[in-house]
């Protein structure tokens, strides 16, 4: 009886110190959480301005959306910088990963320089960026032509740079050129990974005659498969809320023709720009599920081709 | 340790290791070429930035850009406005974070494990979906056009550092906490006489994460920032490049001047950084 009345205050007090030491959290989701999300289903039912109270209008947001010419471009150059900056950032940084780990001397300096470009201020690598892509003074397009000009020396068709963000074509190209410079994060990643791949493998594999692009292929992606399955969904995630360098490297415009207007940069310029925070708030639902679908739908199948070394 | 004992063992010159080597060395000039074309810009003369071939090293060093391109916008203010908000980010993160994640894992309680999958699954929820209603509570609570939607935050938690320091403190022998508690410290005494020393290294990959996150937002402050005299640095540099896109001499002048803190910090803190990307990115 005693010690069950000790063991029970005991319980009440842990209790009461659990809750004040997670107190700042439960406070947090509340108000920036729970509360948030509830308004934000809400709003997206209502024409909402931000300065006269809601005023509910059903699904007509919805029904606004699907013919929005703007909002279906921005889901496409959402998609097209996604679906080419998350691959090609992971060849990239698969590969300079997979050279570092050649046991070379110097490795620590290589390393930084790769890895620093990923962490300048990120609007500073933007003005940085709009300069390097300068159609006629940048240094992209300046070594691009000097490239152009020894072909032509050489007998070949010569060739110039292209207009880059000046450029419908070329906009989001030059975007995605920028992306790969950051890559430096996955490089880290992927070095560390790299670590845990069994040597004695390499071994085996380089017995049985094979070359260094078969034991790539064999040996290392298959241990590989956690980290770029990790970089891969952080990419995704990371895509769809892309916003800073596009919105500061055109003014906000999203130009040129709307070929750089991605989907965050859309949501922001109706709920902050435009006042149409009912027609955001439908939007962000929107961005919220493609997220949440992406992340569930990576994880589901993951196991499919995902190797955990044997776990 | 192991890069050490691998670098001790000699190794044959083979065509391999050349063109591994050619391969590193042409990738790191291409990665490290725009940080040279930055600070080559960064001291020429007007007269020398639009010229083909380009004149990687200017004559005479056009230092002005530094100057004037740090008064033509206030930028000393916004640094202050910027070291203001990271600094407040920084203290409300590593306090409210590791208060909970203290709660979530020295403490029994019911319900604890309950309440830590909720905070995780808040990290499902990016920032960009609620913009819109945070904005309206802000704005009810008259806080618009100040720093307090930027800094409040902080000291409510942030999911992932939580979840970071939480596996942490769970790593810390139970005994050690359990002793002083026979010798009848509480538990705030116990967390901060204990827990927090023991974990230095994992508070101070959050302090840095922090940090680094709160000088690089853009999007906050661009909401929630109107008066110009309290810009941050990033609001400040943008608003450089959209007004004055071609004064291309005192806008990478300021941008090394925004980066250049960055890069030395990292110098300073580079194992924790290592650390931190690998941890923040692989232990999850």
Redesign the interface.
């Known amino acids: 009886m005693g010690i069950s009345t000790r063991k029970s205050r005991l319980q009440r007090e842990n209790t009461r110190n659990g809750l004040f030491f997670a107190a700042p959290a439960i406070i947090g989701i509340a108000g920036f959480t729970v509360y948030p999300v509830f308004a934000l289903l809400y709003y997206s039912f209502c024409r909402y301005s931000g300065l006269k109270p809601p005023q509910w209008i059903g699904l007509g947001n919805y029904k606004l959306l699907v013919h929005d010419q703007i909002f279906i471009e921005s889901i496409y150059n959402t998609v097209y910088y996604t679906a080419i900056a998350v691959p090609l950032g992971i060849v990239v940084a698969l590969s300079l990963a997979i050279l570092l780990n050649a046991k070379v001397k110097g490795m620590a300096v290589f390393r930084t320089i790769f890895y620093v470009p990923s962490i300048v201020p990120v609007v500073a690598g933007a003005v940085l960026w709009v300069w390097l892509l300068n159609p006629d003074y940048g240094l992209i397009n300046l070594t691009i032509d000097w490239f152009g000009g020894l072909s032509q020396k050489l007998g070949l068709p010569g060739f110039s740079g292209p207009g880059w963000l000046s450029s419908v074509e070329w906009s989001k190209p030059a975007l995605i050129l920028m992306s790969t410079w950051g890559v430096g994060a996955s490089v880290v990643i992927y070095l560390a990974g790299l670590q845990d791949v069994p040597q004695e493998l390499y071994e085996a594999a380089s017995l049985d005659g094979a070359s260094g692009w078969r034991k790539t292929w064999h040996v290392t992606l298959p241990f590989m498969s956690p980290y770029i399955f990790f970089t891969a969904v952080m990419g995704i995630i990371g895509g769809f809320q892309y916003f800073t360098q596009a919105w500061v490297m055109t003014g906000g415009t999203g130009g040129p023709v709307n070929s750089t207007m991605m989907f965050s940069m859309y949501l922001f310029r109706n709920a902050f720009q435009l006042f149409k925070m009912g027609y955001a708030c439908a939007m962000a639902w929107l961005l919220f599920l493609v997220i949440l679908g992406a992340t569930l739908l990576l994880f589901k199948t993951s196991a499919r081709y995902v190797y955990y070394g044997g776990r | 340790m ?2 050490a004992s ?2 001790a063992r000699w ?1 044959p010159i083979t065509p ?2 050349i063109a ?2 050619a ?2 060395i042409v ?2 000039a291409i ?5 040279l ?2 600070l080559s ?1 960064s001291v020429k003369p007007a007269a020398q ?6 004149q990687w090293i200017p004559k005479p060093f056009q230092w002005d850009n530094y100057s004037s391109g740090l008064t033509f916008v206030p930028f000393l203010l916004y640094l202050k406005n910027t070291l203001i908000i990271c600094s407040a980010n920084v203290v409300g993160v590593l306090f ?1 974070s590791s ?2 994640a ?3 894992s020295i ?6 494990d309950v ?1 830590f999958l ?2 995780l699954s ?1 990290m ?14 802000f ?1 009810f609570l008259g806080w618009i056009d100040t720093f307090l939607p930027l800094i409040v ?1 902080s ?3 942030n ?1 992932f550092f ?1 979840f970071l320091l939480r596996q942490f403190f769970m790593s810390i022998p139970k005994d050690l906490t359990d002793a002083a508690k026979i010798d009848g410290c509480s ?1 705030f005494q116990i ?1 901060r006489r204990i827990v927090l020393p023991l974990s230095k290294p994992a508070l101070a990959t959050v302090a840095l994460f922090t940090f ?1 996150y709160a ?2 937002d ?2 906050g402050p ?2 929630y920032l109107f008066d110009q005299s309290k810009f941050t ?2 609001l400040g ?2 608003m450089f ?2 007004q004055y ?1 071609s004064y ?1 001499g005192m ?2 002048a300021v ?2 001047v ?2 250049v803190p ?2 030395i910090l ?1 110098f300073f803190t ?1 194992r924790t ?2 650390q931190g ?2 941890l923040t ?2 232990k ?1």
């Open positions: 192991a890069v691998r670098r190794r391999d290791r591994t080597y391969a590193l990738l790191s990665f490290f070429m725009p940080f074309w930055l810009t930035i639009m010229v083909i071939p380009p409210s208060l909970v203290y709660g979530l403490i029994p309680w019911r319900g604890r309440l909720i905070i808040t499902m929820l990016p920032y960009q979906v609620v913009m819109v209603p945070l904005f309206t509570v704005t935050p000291f409510l938690g999911a939580i538990e967390y680094m000088w690089n853009y999007l661009l909401i640095v990033s540099l943008a490049q959209s896109g291309y806008l990478m941008s090394t925004v980066t960055i890069i990292f580079q950084f290592i990307i690998t990115g692989i999850q």
